[in-house]
């Protein structure tokens, strides 16, 4: 589809971009006193929420509160924000109550009460889940029904081109709807708020769990529009993704049940490597697998969950249908046979810099969910508090646009680097696979000087690029891939200024932490 000239303006009181599990929240949450437009690029509820596998993280009862808040702290290796952590924990209970409300009827056990599942890193079970491992799944089918019900007027196939910003204030957003001919016609919705909520950019990898949505398109409009971000160089692997034809997720909550990893020898390396053994953090297992594949010339290793069943008391497809499904597609049975795994990429903590309300640098504009950076997450997310946050602070910028305070500001402990950057979409000078496999060698899993020096002037256009007119006629994928590239230039330039390793980010070349972790924010200046 291409861009064509605009049409007159649409006004509305809030505009939510994007449609997992923060958007779809937030727009319901704003639709009971507001008028809300929800703008999403394909379809209602067809983001990475709808992969989640495992679950949300909840504290299980008032006395689980501070053991949540200091797992996700210990998790986030000392960069996580101590008060936000402690907000999103302690609110976690009544978002999950709201959102059995509205349909997401969680597994039970025998006694009646929810189940609680266990991943990585948690002191104590406290993951519910749905329907064994299609937890995201359900919540998406719920909160999208939820939103049809409403009074949201929801724009599907509707691709964000660029947020509009008058006098410092972000006033609406520039958005390429299909016309009656198929071609894109442009079209300006101007509201008193608008609510980022477009997730992630696992395209940035050649290897993901994500879904081909994930092009980093709230990311890169609102780095445009002059918003700050932060700790981008924080990417998390997951160490499970099938190595298979067809790759997909594995969920962390397999190990949780009791499943090992193997190393291609057979050899269970991970209680060599830590104590916690496969419920080590994300990026100390992630590592660990990499290291174990580089010691056998590459081959995945193998999550053996041949013991499941027995561990629980019910087969394995029972408790996992999802997982058990796509591998018996693809030819495997996870009851008799280990299956190879890889790292790849997952989840980007870093993000559009907000406040704990999800309010960013720019007037008018707030962020919930994988786009935004809370500081929650830290250096390394916990397992399955990203669904967790999503909700938390889908609700709450709704709570905050009232105030409408001042913008968020990096507090005097962080440090702030200022980028030279355009305000418009410019054309990317290199194929999107190109992209993606100098990321994954030079910023994945381990990182050192000279492979980031590559990845830079690989990113770094020759000559001077091509500017992408919003009226122009420009087929989505090539927006995609301008936003692809300078997610991209913006995580290179933040994993080459932090020379220390801490949780996600390894330096091969300074593998010490600092004495003092401290966030890193980047933010545009004009060129
Ligand atoms: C998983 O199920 O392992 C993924 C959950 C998450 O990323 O939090």
């Known amino acids: 589809m291409s861009a064509l000239s605009g049409s007159p303006a649409e006004r509305t009181d809030v505009l939510v971009v994007g449609a997992g599990i923060a958007g779809l929240t937030a727009a319901l949450e704003a639709a009971r006193t507001r008028s809300v437009v929800l703008v999403t690029k394909t379809s209602l509820g067809d983001g990475s929420t709808h992969y989640a596998q495992g679950g949300i993280a909840v504290a299980s009862g008032r006395d689980d509160v501070a053991a949540h808040v200091a797992d996700t702290l210990a998790a986030g290796a000392g960069l996580a924000v101590p008060a936000a952590v402690q907000a999103l924990c302690a609110a976690g209970p009544e978002a999950v109550r709201v959102l059995a409300e509205r ?9 009646g ?20 491992d299609r937890t995201g799944a359900a919540i998406s089918a719920a909160l999208s029904a939820a939103v049809r019900r409403s009074d949201v007027d929801v724009r599907e196939q509707a691709f964000l081109a660029d947020l509009v910003v008058e006098d410092g204030r972000v006033v609406g957003a520039d958005v390429l709807l299909p016309g009656p001919d198929g071609r894109d016609v442009r079209r300006r919705f101007l509201a008193s708020a608008v609510v980022l909520a477009t997730g992630g950019a696992g395209q940035l990898f050649s290897r993901t769990t994500n879904p081909a949505v994930a092009t980093a398109d709230g990311l890169a409009a609102a780095w445009r529009a002059g918003a700050d971000v932060s700790d981008l160089e924080m990417y998390q692997f997951h160490p499970t993704a099938a190595a298979l034809p067809r790759p997909f997720l594995v969920s962390e909550a397999v190990r949780g049940e009791g499943a090992v990893l193997l190393d291609a020898t057979g050899h269970r390396f991970m209680p060599d490597v830590d104590p916690r053994a496969e419920l080590a953090p ?3 297992v992630a590592r660990a697998i990499a290291a174990a594949m580089g010691r056998t010339g590459g081959r995945p290793v193998l999550l053996d969950a041949t013991g499941v069943s027995a561990r629980l008391g019910t087969p ?7 997982i058990s499904a796509l591998c018996r597609e693809q030819g495997l049975d996870p009851e008799t046979d280990p299956v190879p795994v890889t790292p790849a990429a997952h989840y980007w903590m870093g993000g559009v810099r907000t406040d704990a309300a999800g309010r960013t640098s720019l007037p008018g504009l707030w962020a919930a969910g994988e786009v935004a950076c809370t500081g ?4 390394n997310r916990l397992a399955s508090n990203s669904l967790l946050e999503a909700l938390v602070t889908g609700g709450r910028v709704v709570a905050d646009l009232d105030a409408d305070g001042p913008p968020a500001q990096p507090g005097p402990d962080e440090d702030v680097r200022t980028v030279a950057g355009p305000a418009a979409t410019v054309a990317a000078h290199l194929p999107r696979r190109d992209l993606q496999a100098a990321l994954w060698e030079h910023t994945g899993l381990v ?9 830079t002037k690989l990113l770094t256009p020759e000559e001077e690029p091509v500017t992408l007119d919003a009226a122009a006629e420009v087929h989505r994928g090539t927006r995609e891939d301008a936003n692809l590239l300078l997610a991209g230039q913006l995580l290179v330039t933040a994993a080459t200024a932090r020379e220390d390793s801490l949780g996600a980010h390894h330096r091969s070349d300074h593998p010490a932490p600092p004495r003092a972790a401290r966030r890193l924010t980047l933010r545009r200046t004009p060129c």
């Open 103 to 111: 349909g997401v009827a969680f597994d039970r056990g025998d006694d």
């Open 113 to 132: 009460h929810w189940s609680l599942g266990l991943e990585a890193a948690h002191s104590r079970p406290r993951i519910l889940h749905v329907d064994g």
């Open 282 to 284: 994300r990026d100390v």
């Open 316 to 322: 394995f497809a029972q408790r996992f249908p999802g």
């Open 376 to 379: 929650v997450h830290g250096a």
């Open 447 to 455: 990182r050192e000087a000279a492979g980031l020096a590559v990845a």
